[in-house]
């Protein structure tokens, strides 16, 4: 697992998302405060620019929007990360079984013979062949289920990113207005604007494409009730659905060797 995924690294991506959402969501009032000051030093002006203020307003209205969609999506990654730990511990504890399960004291090779030893030794074959099936269960589980919080990661981050640069961006402009009581505003509006149009595009397009992540999430969901139901290594019962190897205790005493070992001439 990436090192990106760990608990404390989603904690600061988390906390530096947070940080990042409420700066941009003071710049609706900022931009507001210097259009206000434009318009007592020139009213002509501040009505020849009060369009492009209300698009930047409108375009960041649109961001917020999508900004709360995200928002209430932020701890699906810690949450995909915490339930594939849950699955890798669940792996190594069924490996531990298996471990055991291949003991030489279990393995009664040139130690046992007839009837009785091809019941036991078809019994623990079946019975290592489920354990390792379901541990290479829990191990598919995991990677599916890191692969989908990478995913989120990788889009909260880039998000994170793009806000920061429109706050940067938007910032500079609107200091270089306020250094001039509002006047330079006739000269940095277009790149103030530029600046959110652009970054806010991005931003909405990576959370609406995210879309495509949550389709994958939902496969990738079948895919694990699939895995879950039908698991590959395991036996079906007469109803078709998968069930735990039976023992082979009703050919203990199977009569066929004659009650010899094999080889064993009687």
């Not at 879309?211 to 895995?227: D, F, Q, R």
Request: charged fraction near 25%; hydrophobic fraction near 40%.
């Amino acid at each position: 697992m990436s090192d990106d995924l760990t608990q404390e690294k989603l904690a600061e991506l988390r906390d530096l998302f947070t940080e990042k959402v409420d700066e941009v969501k003071t710049l609706p009032d900022r931009i507001n405060d210097e259009f206000d000051k434009l318009k007592v030093l020139s009213f002509a002006s501040y009505l020849l620019l009060t369009g492009t203020r209300d698009d930047m307003q409108e375009k960041l209205a649109e961001l917020f929007d999508k900004l709360d969609q995200a928002v209430a999506g932020m701890f699906a990654p810690w949450l995909f990360v915490d339930y594939a730990a849950q699955w890798q511990a669940l792996g190594a504890q069924v490996g531990g079984v298996s471990g055991r399960l291949t003991r030489v004291e279990f393995n009664m090779d040139g130690n046992w013979d007839g009837s009785a030893y091809k019941a036991y030794t078809a019994s623990r074959t079946a019975q290592l062949a489920a354990v390792d099936a379901l541990k290479g269960l829990c191990n598919s589980i995991h990677d599916e289920l890191v692969a989908i919080a990478e995913d989120g990661r990788a889009l909260y981050t880039a998000i994170v990113n793009k806000l920061g640069t429109i706050v940067a961006e938007v910032g500079v402009a609107l200091g270089e207005s306020a250094a001039t009581g509002g006047g330079a505003l006739l000269w940095v509006v277009n790149n103030m604007n530029a600046a959110i149009v652009a970054g806010v595009e991005l931003i909405v397009e990576a959370i609406t494409g995210f879309v495509e992540n949550e389709t994958k999430v939902y496969l990738a969901t079948k895919h694990l009730e699939n895995m879950i139901k039908n698991p590959a290594g395991l036996p079906t019962n007469s109803d078709g659905k998968s069930a735990w190897p039976t023992t082979e205790s009703h050919e203990y005493d199977n009569q066929d060797d004659g009650w010899k070992q094999d080889g064993v001439e009687g």
